[in-house]
């Protein structure tokens, strides 16, 4: 593993799946010119709106989705990480909230189906029922081992509330973790930037966390402040409230420094 850079986009998608690709790919283009070599997209980065619209677009978006990123990553020579976009599964009449990781060769690396589904009365009125459309996830998500770019781990979003995934993935030696994200305006003020630097000190990891922001449709409003967070829990970037990108880097001697420092992971009595 090198030093290099990594850039978390920020976005605000709506209900158009066109509008939002060449969103992505604008953003895609503004990191890679400022040297970024690993690009995650947010959570639902191609498409956000009624949960009708998308199970009935569900095929469309998985495919275009998916050649975008494949396409992407060859053009631009990155790895890039894709947030998440639906799959429908067979005969459900449902969808796995899906990321995927892309080398620059377009080959896909890795892919996780959200296990933890959003079904939420949040305090100001909106109600999320994820359930309703997804189906969760069986499998804990993997670690990707890249000599270039390290071990990289997959979540997304609300997982971040659930330790336990991300000690699983330190347990598979994770040194990167993606958690890309549509973390409601509501929650995220309170709870966005704290659990993402306790995930990142409690495993001594990067966190890559990449963010829808702004109005969607209706009343669907997200936080922003996509983020790069250091294994110190430092924070080196935040993308604030705008569509955009946060880009910071990646460095194996800060890992190893950390880890040095602080051994937390070999003191655990209890796994």
Not at 80 to 90: A, C
Request: aromatic letters at 8%; hydrophobic letters at 40%; glycine letters at 8%.
């Amino acid at each position: 593993m090198k030093s290099y850079l990594a850039a978390a986009i920020q976005m605000t998608s709506v209900p158009d799946l066109h509008r939002n690709l060449a969103q992505a790919e604008e953003l895609i283009d503004l990191a890679v010119r400022r040297g970024a070599e690993l690009v995650g997209l947010p959570e639902n980065f191609s498409f956000m709106g009624e949960e009708k619209d998308k199970l009935a677009q569900g095929e469309i978006i998985a495919n275009e989705s998916e050649q975008f990123l494949k396409k992407m990553a060859q053009r631009f020579q990155v790895t890039i990480l894709g947030g998440s976009f639906p799959v429908p599964v067979d005969n459900t009449g449902k969808v796995y909230n899906t990321t995927i990781l892309v080398d620059p060769s377009g080959e896909e690396l890795a892919r996780y189906y959200k296990v933890h589904l959003f079904d939420v009365n949040v305090p100001d009125g909106n109600t999320y029922r994820e359930s309703s459309t997804v189906m969760a996830g069986k499998q804990l998500p993997s670690v990707y081992f890249s000599e270039k770019l390290g071990s990289i781990g997959l979540s997304v979003c609300y997982d971040v509330r659930f330790p336990e995934l991300y000690r699983h993935l330190s347990d598979k030696g994770a040194d990167i973790i993606f958690v890309p994200a549509a973390f409601t305006a509501f929650t995220g003020k309170d709870h966005w930037q704290v659990l993402l630097q306790a995930r990142a000190i409690e495993n001594t990891s990067y966190i890559i966390a990449p963010a829808q922001t702004g109005t969607h449709y209706d009343r669907r409003q997200t936080h922003g402040h996509a983020m790069i967070i250091d294994p110190w829990g430092v924070i080196l970037a935040d993308a604030g409230e705008k569509p955009g990108i946060a880009i910071a880097e990646i460095n194996p001697s800060r890992l190893e420094q950390v880890r040095r420092q602080m051994p937390s992971l070999q003191h655990r009595v209890f796994s």
